[in-house]
């Protein structure tokens, strides 16, 4: 039976650091505005005026949380199935790659995936992504990402493992419902976490 | 909007005119055949399928500026199994290719008309497939506005809409270059103009009404669903040019084409005519460039 690599990320841990989207940056020398693993800042809520104080404001319904997320490396990848040149494949063990020799820069991949995972490059003139740093599996060794968590918030193995583990939430707003690309993700949620696609906030942090 | 989405623009719009130019030129050219004879029918259409072919072309150049690894471009076909984009390319090369052929064979006279006509249907079914392929290519899950029949149905209205006026502008051109060699026995050709001028008048007013109700459909479907964020887009940011691109169709396809068919009813009036055609057929381009800038600025995609 063909395995499945997977990322697991616990949102009830995560502080938001950016370390681990700082490790994959530095490990894969990616350009400027290219970021293989983001995390996005979730916010949303209120400040109302106090039905009996109407001159103060007090909060109303606020929430924050972070969300690291890098390629799903997906069972049903919709990159993998539309990319024309066939320059992404899916290895046995389930890990997306791009082959950049076999890119023909089209974009159509950004266009089909709902994480935002393959990015261009605009010295290669071609689209890259996250590899789920396959030289460091390959040795037995854990991805950069999971690997430079201060907080111990991301970890990888086995799908089946993981979500016999952590459980099977796959998706909190603002990510994508999961049924679109069956994601090999599993996260605990944050206590405020929001359902998927309701709008109840918005992501914050432009950068990512 | 940027230089790579405007390619693709330029590339939909030109491959879906030359694919509708192509069906329409061999409905004109097999009625006119029927009524006049394939001599006749051969003097009227011949010169205007030789504009097809630059068109295709033209329309594949520009595709080529939406890569950013074209050295990497024939690798574009390789995954036919499962990629509409893959199969966008492979039906436009081979429509592009058998479409050749026919000019060759119709310009030459090559081989018997029956042979002529099985390899121009055979043209004709990849130049559909080409554009089905088009459409698909947007049908993708995490894009709600494009994914929905709005798309093919819109394509093949557009696809049908610039085929008709554009060849209504060809045999205009055609009958004026005719005129102008002083060719002998015009009098038939004037009788087919005209008759192809008021169907292709008459067609689209029809293609009108049909994309109206597609737009509309399309506007009322996104509104109450994921593509919410399209229909918003469209009312804050591009109000101007959606009403324009409406208004202008309109125009060349409602009214202009109503004077044509009006004034096809009577001989003599072929400089009328020419300019009526001429003007619907920018008139609806202008339009049509519009909506597909639209169609690329207003995307709404589901995710991060």
């Known amino acids: 039976m063909a395995t499945q690599k997977a990322f697991y990320f616990d949102a009830s841990a995560c502080n938001g650091c950016k370390a681990c989207m700082i490790a994959c940056k530095s490990k894969n020398a990616l350009p400027v505005g290219v970021n293989f693993r983001r995390v996005l800042q979730y916010g949303g809520g209120a400040w109302v005026p106090d039905p009996e104080y109407p001159d103060f404001l007090q909060p109303s319904g606020l929430f924050a949380y972070s969300l690291s997320v890098a390629c799903m490396h997906c069972q049903n990848a919709p990159c993998v199935n539309i990319c024309p040149a066939k320059a992404i494949e899916k290895r046995d063990d389930g890990i997306v790659l791009v082959d950049e020799d076999k890119c023909i820069g089209c974009h159509y991949c950004e266009w089909a995936c709902p994480y935002g995972a393959p990015q261009f490059d605009a010295d290669k003139g071609t689209m890259i992504k996250c590899d789920f740093c396959v030289d460091l599996i390959d040795q037995g060794e854990a991805p950069y990402c999971v690997a430079s968590c201060p907080m111990r918030a991301l970890d990888f193995g086995e799908l089946d493992e993981l979500r016999a583990k952590y459980g099977t939430v796959s998706a909190v707003a603002p990510l994508p419902p999961a049924d679109l690309t069956d994601p090999a993700f599993v996260m605990t949620p944050h206590r405020d976490a929001q359902p998927v696609g309701q709008g109840t906030g918005r992501i914050y942090d432009d950068e990512v | ?304």
């Open chain 2, 1 to 304: 909007m940027n230089t790579r989405e405007w390619a693709l623009v330029a590339f939909t719009i030109l491959a879906q005119m030359s694919v509708g130019s192509f069906l329409v030129l061999g409905a004109v050219h097999f009625l006119a055949k029927r009524k006049a004879g394939e001599a006749e029918a051969d003097r009227l259409s011949d010169r205007a399928l030789l504009a097809i072919g630059p068109v295709l072309i033209l329309g594949m150049i520009a595709s080529l500026f939406h890569l950013e690894n074209p050295a990497n471009a024939y690798r574009a076909v390789m995954n036919i199994g499962s990629s509409w984009l893959s199969r966008e390319i492979f039906f436009g090369v081979l429509f592009a290719a058998v479409g050749f052929l026919f000019a060759i064979m119709q310009w030459r006279k090559l081989a018997s008309p029956t042979v002529r006509i099985a390899v121009a249907g055979v043209a004709a079914l990849i130049g559909v497939a080409l554009v089905y392929s088009m459409a698909r290519v947007y049908m993708l899950p995490n894009q709600p506005s494009w994914n929905s029949a709005a798309t093919p149905l819109s394509f093949f209205a557009t696809t049908l809409l610039l085929g008709a006026l554009a060849m209504g502008a060809a045999f205009s051109v055609n009958y004026t270059y005719l005129k102008a060699r002083r060719q002998p026995a015009l009098q038939t050709q004037s009788d087919l103009l005209r008759d192809a001028l008021r169907w292709i008048a008459l067609a689209s007013i029809v293609l009108l009404g049909f994309q109206m109700v597609i737009i509309s459909a399309d506007l009322v479907n996104q509104s109450a669903g994921d593509a919410a964020a399209t229909v918003a887009k469209i009312g804050e940011e591009y109000g101007a040019i959606f009403v324009l691109r409406v208004a202008l169709v309109f125009l060349g396809a409602g009214v202009f084409a109503f004077f044509l068919y009006k004034n096809a009813a009577s001989a003599a009036k072929e400089q009328v005519l020419a300019n009526l055609v001429y003007g619907a057929f920018a008139l609806v381009l202008v339009a049509e460039v519009l909506g597909r800038f639209l169609f690329y600025a207003t995307h709404t995609r589901i995710g991060i």
